[in-house]
Each structure stands twice: as structure tokens, then as C-alpha cells.
């Protein structure tokens, strides 16, 4: 059974510092999502990661994966307020279904 | 606008009383799931289509039902509610499996009294 871990869970960071969120998985997969939920909203696609080594970027966000260490990270860069959200990763098994991780809930202070 | 519907967005209901959330997708999107959310937990697949007549089980699919008769609609069905599927679903698709980003509906906050 796959299972998808991030940490940290809660993350409270100052406005214009950098910080890195993690993914770890626990079985093969190649294909990574990350996505953002605003409080009370649906869900954001962000990245879609399809191959070890995929890099993306929008804005202050950087996503990578690492399929041989079964890591994805979410990198974040210079924060504003705007980017205070909860972050999902989720992980494709081999038979279409997707595994999201609980979430990491930042909070961008000033 | 490209876009994901749901309904209802609300639910109150009690247990036992068959209900229907409905899904629609304009974007002619192979690839469609239904999610459940609850604190804690994150989000938790239900069930998933690959397309029209073709549905699989994800990793919490008890309780519920779903069938894909046209492309476009992904109807999730709770024919006996209970307590425990009180919670907040997602309806969401994308253009093929999973190559591609999931647009996601606005959500239905279902509480089963």
C-alpha cells in the first residue's frame, strides 16, 4: 500500500525567508502532484512532476522530484503573505489511483 | 469557462436516505475521481474513471457507488449513508490518466445526521 508522508504538518515562516516542504513516498512512482488549498476552497493544481529529476517552476515556488529517494520537495523562496495556503503532494500507483499526503498548512507571517 | 461543477454544495441528511452528488466536467477530460476530505486524513480517493464504462475502486471506496454513462458526468451515489461519510467531497478531472493537472469541483460538504 502506498503512503505519502510531508513534513513538517504546520509550518509558520516570516515573510522574505526561504523554506523547503517535503514529500517522502514509499513505493515506486514517477508521478508527483503538488497542489494548494486555501481555507474554505478547493483544490489548486501547482506541479505535475512525471519523471525522476523533473524540476518545475511558477513564481516563488520551485517542485523536484527524486524517484530513486522517493522524495519530492516544494520549495519556497523569498515568502508573502499570499503564499499562505495548505500544501498537498500526491503520488500516482501504478493502477491510476493517487495518494495525497495530510497536508502542510503555511503560514506566512510579516 | 472550463470548469468542474457539483451538486448539491450542501447536504444535510439523514442516515439510510439514498443520495446523489452529481459531477460535470466541460473539457471533455478522460480522467475523473471523487476525493473525500476530512481533518487530519487529507484527501482520500474513493473512486476513479478512466473513461466512459470504465471505474475503479481508490483506497476508501466502501459506501459508495459511481457510474460513467457520458464522459462529461461522474455521479457519486451513497445508497445508505451513515454518520461516518459526513464529510467534505471533491470532484475533480483531467485530460488524460494523470499526465496532466486534476481540476478540481468546489466541493460538497455532506453531513449525515
Known amino acids: 500500500e502506498l503512503k505519502v508522508e510531508q513534513n513538517p504538518l504546520f509550518l509558520s515562516m516570516q515573510e522574505g525567508k526561504n523554506y523547503t516542504i517535503y514529500c517522502n513516498y514509499s513505493?515506486?512512482?514517477?508521478?508527483l502532484y503538488w497542489y494548494r488549498q486555501d481555507p474554505g476552497k478547493s483544490l489548486e493544481s501547482l506541479f505535475v512532476?512525471?519523471?525522476?529529476?523533473a524540476v518545475k517552476q511558477e513564481g516563488r515556488l520551485m517542485a523536484s522530484l527524486d524517484t530513486k529517494a522517493r522524495l519530492s520537495t516544494l520549495h519556497i523562496t523569498a515568502a508573502v503573505h499570499d503564499l499562505s495556503a495548505t500544501y498537498f503532494c500526491?503520488?500516482?500507483?501504478?493502477?491510476?489511483?493517487?495518494?495525497f499526503g495530510t497536508g502542510t498548512r503555511l503560514t506566512i507571517i510579516p | 469557462e472550463a470548469q468542474v461543477t457539483q451538486n448539491p454544495r450542501y447536504l444535510i441528511t439523514v442516515t439510510g436516505k439514498k443520495l446523489t452528488v452529481t459531477c460535470s466536467q466541460n473539457m471533455n477530460h478522460e480522467y475523473m475521481s471523487w476525493y473525500r476530505q476530512d481533518p487530519g486524513l487529507g484527501l482520500r480517493q474513493i473512486y476513479y474513471s478512466m473513461n466512459v464504462e470504465v471505474t475503479d475502486k481508490g483506497d476508501v471506496p466502501e459506501g459508495y457507488k459511481v457510474s460513467r454513462k457520458e464522459k462529461r458526468n461522474f455521479p457519486l451515489i451513497l445508497e445508505s449513508p451513515s454518520p461516518n461519510q459526513t464529510s467534505l467531497y471533491f470532484c475533480?478531472?483531467?485530460?488524460?490518466?494523470?499526465?496532466?493537472?486534476?481540476?478540481f469541483g468546489p466541493g460538497t460538504r455532506l453531513t449525515v445526521t
Open positions: 500526491a503520488v500516482a500507483s501504478g493502477n491510476e489511483k493517487l495518494t
Open positions: 512532476l512525471l519523471s525522476n529529476g
Open positions: 513505493t515506486t512512482s514517477d508521478r
Open positions: 475533480a478531472s483531467s485530460l488524460s490518466f494523470l499526465s496532466y493537472e486534476q481540476y
